[in-house]
């Protein structure tokens, strides 16, 4: 149960800066519905550094799902500390953990979640409509995102009138697009088949690799996991396993042994 | 957030279901256009009521002879206006009631007006030279004729409009000599013209003259005849008062006991055309409160509407809050959809407010009023309309859970 000493990726990659993207203290989170309470998080501490590329793993209800929410600041923990970016964002009010979603995180869902009926370019741009940026900053700034993810062309495109590699696509410019401190993607790949998932985890291992960009990424897939640099494992509300992946990793050695069993 | 960009984002969601949007709004421009046609309705009849009054002179109090007690000869009764009660003394003894400013007898009668090759047939009044006065005709060229004209019985006539314009042809018609029953009559005033009676009756299709010609030269009469004497009351409070003075005046000079009826009738027509007022504004009170229910309905339907949009677009409000949008933003986006759709409902209904108040007045040949008070009021009323239904439903959304808005399927 004891979590390894994390070597982070900002390591290998040589950007390193004395300010951890993610830093969580003891961390608790208990909700409570009528009688029942339940302790989805149990005392977690995280860091994670600029540069780095985590894959976070676990069985449902291992607490994996509430951590992505407390660090996507959707919502808030019971007790404990969570340090943002430098800034302590435990006792914000909704309003600025809003203005934090909207400029530290870019969030990357499952299921895409993009804005239906609503051109590409526009749903890459809404973030930047909420941060309050002029229109043709904001146009210039969604168009390059869009490239970078290599989807010029698809600007005017309906989600609709896109696959679902294309979609994801979209969703990660709409991420990118107003420079977040870090990416926290669902089960990206989750809605994809292997080769369309492959192309998004290529895109993924890229930002970070040449743009340096954080990213954390929840998965039960070890062919995912093995995209990223880092391994963080949920198990009963408590970090379980905490490694970097190295070279020599394969998806056995990633699955754990009770997983393993289920699949 | 822009203030511009919330209005772009709600004009865009409104765009993408159009058929919604048209539909939702069409309970606000029902609603909108029914308060305006209503009220605009209701205020065109007030204003035709008050024409009406203006036309017919100022306080006026109508006497007619006959009717009631009085017997023609033979017991026949007979109707009002055709008996032969009223006489001159009795407008003389009228006059002198404090109530009453002015008094004029009126002898009717019916004439072949000719000019030149022209001619016309219509009714003539004979009046004192007070009854200008009384009835506020407004003299478009010439004069009215003078007391003189009424103590020698001057063939002087005032034409109206219709006879003047037929008869003369655009020639100038002062001093100008007409034939009546092959007696000449002299010109002196044309009447200005006041167009068509309540009844459809051309009011301008008359002729006037002193009284005292009427009853000497028109009517081959041994007695001199009055059908009817008009007087004007020195206030409009004063009416109901002069009515009650005039018929007691009557009885007694007319030498009427208690029991029997009388031999004439008082008309307060200013109390009548009041009371008719009344009821054209109680009326525009009523259609327009009966429209503004169904402006009522529209907003529910709104809200309604509103309600199902937030609940289908659960997920995309999950979406927005994760990137970043404040709740108050999403509110405002909301409130803005049905803030822009109760306008843009209330700008057509406008529209079609104006459209059908216009074609009702032609359709009943009412004078076609439309209430700029009343456009403002409704227009203003369905934006609040918007704020007030739109709230709930905006609220609802903004205080939505991300999370769980999120995993909404």
Redo the contacts between chains.
């Keep these: 149960m004891n979590a390894a000493p994390g070597r982070s990726g900002t390591e290998l990659n040589g950007s390193t800066s004395a300010v951890p993207v993610i830093s969580l203290k003891e961390a608790h989170k208990i909700y409570r519905t009528g009688e029942i309470e339940v302790h989805a998080l149990r005392g977690v501490s995280l860091e994670v550094r600029r540069g780095e590329f985590v894959a976070v793993m676990g069985p449902s209800g291992s607490g994996k799902s509430t951590m992505m929410?407390i660090i996507?600041c959707?919502?808030r923990l019971t007790s404990g500390a969570y340090i943002l970016d430098g800034v302590d964002v435990s006792t914000m009010s909704?309003?600025n953990l809003?203005?934090t979603?909207?400029?530290k995180i870019g969030?990357v869902?499952q299921s895409f979640?993009?804005?239906?009926?609503?051109s590409a370019l526009?749903n890459v741009e809404?973030?930047m409509?909420?941060?309050?940026l002029a229109p043709a900053e904001r146009r210039e700034r969604a168009r390059q995102a869009l490239e970078s993810v290599g989807l010029g062309e698809k600007a005017a495109s309906l989600p609709n009138q896109l696959s679902g590699g294309q979609q994801q696509r979209v969703a990660l410019a709409?991420a990118l697009a107003?420079n977040p401190a870090m990416i926290l993607a669902d089960e990206p790949t989750g809605a994809l088949d292997t080769t369309t998932a492959n192309e998004i985890m290529n895109i993924f291992q890229n930002l970070n690799k040449e743009r340096g960009m954080t990213i954390v990424i929840v998965t039960h897939e070890a062919d995912i996991a093995l995209h990223a640099l880092r391994l963080v494992r949920f198990r009963d509300g408590l970090i379980q396993e905490d490694r970097p992946i190295l070279p020599e990793d394969d998806i056995l050695t990633l699955q754990h042994p009770l997983e393993a069993a289920h699949s | 957030m822009r203030l511009l960009d919330i209005q772009k984002m709600a004009i865009h969601a409104l765009g993408k279901n159009k058929i919604q949007t048209a539909l939702t709004m069409l309970g606000i421009v029902i609603g909108v256009g029914a308060v305006i046609a209503m009220v605009s309705l209701g205020q065109g009849a007030s204003k035709l009521v008050q024409e009406q009054v203006a036309g017919l002179g100022v306080n006026v109090l109508q006497i007619q002879g006959g009717g009631g007690n009085y017997q023609g000869g033979g017991g026949a009764r007979q109707a009002a206006d055709q008996g032969q009660s009223l006489t001159s003394d009795d407008v003389d003894a009228i006059r002198n009631l404090p109530t009453i400013a002015l008094a004029t007898p009126i002898a009717q009668a019916q004439g072949q007006f000719v000019f030149g090759n022209q001619n016309w047939q219509t009714r003539v009044e004979g009046s004192n030279e007070d009854y200008v006065e009384i009835r506020a005709y407004k003299i478009a060229q010439g004069e009215f004729f003078k007391a003189d004209d009424v103590r020698t019985a001057s063939r002087v006539v005032v034409l109206g409009k219709t006879v003047a314009d037929t008869l003369f042809q655009g020639a100038d018609p002062i001093g100008q000599t007409i034939r009546i029953r092959n007696l000449p009559y002299q010109v002196v005033g044309v009447l200005a013209a006041k167009g068509q009676s309540a009844q459809g009756q051309d009011q301008d299709d008359t002729a006037l003259m002193p009284y005292t010609t009427v009853q000497k030269k028109m009517v081959n009469s041994a007695l001199p005849r009055i059908n009817r004497i008009v007087v004007s009351a020195v206030s409009a409070k004063a009416t109901s008062a002069a009515k009650d003075q005039i018929t007691g005046l009557l009885r007694e000079r007319h030498g009427i006991r208690t029991g029997q009826q009388d031999d004439f009738r008082v008309n307060n027509i200013t109390e009548a055309a009041e009371t008719a007022e009344n009821t054209a504004r109680v009326m525009t009170y009523l259609l327009g409160s009966i429209a503004a229910v169904s402006l009522l309905v529209g907003g529910i339907g709104i809200m309604n509407i509103m309600l199902v949009s937030v609940t289908e677009r659960t997920r995309e409000i999950g979406i927005r809050m994760a990137i970043g949008s404040r709740g108050s933003y999403i509110r405002l986006q909301f409130l803005a959809e049905s803030v822009i759709l109760c306008m843009l409902g209330g700008l057509i209904g406008v529209a079609v407010g104006v459209g059908l108040s216009f074609g009702i007045a032609w359709y009943m040949e009412w004078p076609s009023y439309i209430s700029p008070q009343a456009a403002g009021i409704a227009f203003l009323f369905s934006a609040v309309t918007g704020i007030f239904f739109g709230y709930y439903p905006a609220h609802k959304a903004a205080s939505m859970d991300p999370i769980e808005a999120l995993r909404y399927e």
């Design positions: 929410n996507g959707l919502d909704k309003n809003a203005d979603r909207n400029t969030f869902f979640n993009l804005i239906p009926r609503t526009a809404l973030p409509v909420y941060a309050g709409r107003s």
